[in-house]
């Protein structure tokens, strides 16, 4: 009982780090442009954009992943496909 709600708890707090993490990096994407000359600015940006677009396994989303698993839930691929992209697929359709 106890350690399901400690691997809630700690499902709950790396959700919510991944989310800053996300939000960081769009703001980062959408500012670097204008306050950075643009030879340091376009390779930040592309970074940032193939880190988040990308199907690289980020170690967040392996950290979930394996708190999911304690907690016998189903593993998810990405954490913006799973979170921010569940209503443009059909409902049929698996996770991203």
Same mark, same amino acid.
């Given at each position: ?8 708890g ?9 989310l ?16 950075e ?10 970074f ?24 016998? #839930? ?8 799973? #979170?921010f ?12």
């Amino acid at each position: 009982m106890y350690s399901y709600i400690l691997y809630r708890g700690l499902l709950i707090l790396v959700v919510t780090v991944h989310l800053a993490v996300v939000i960081m990096n769009l703001l980062s994407f959408l500012i670097l442009a204008f306050v950075e000359p643009w030879y340091i600015a376009c390779p930040i940006m592309s970074f940032v954009a193939i880190v988040t677009f990308t199907d690289l396994r980020c170690p967040l989303t392996r950290l979930e992943n394996k708190i999911r698993a304690k907690l016998k #839930y189903q593993p998810i691929k990405t954490f913006i496909g799973y #979170y921010f992209c569940q209503w443009l697929r059909p409902k049929n359709e698996q996770s991203f």
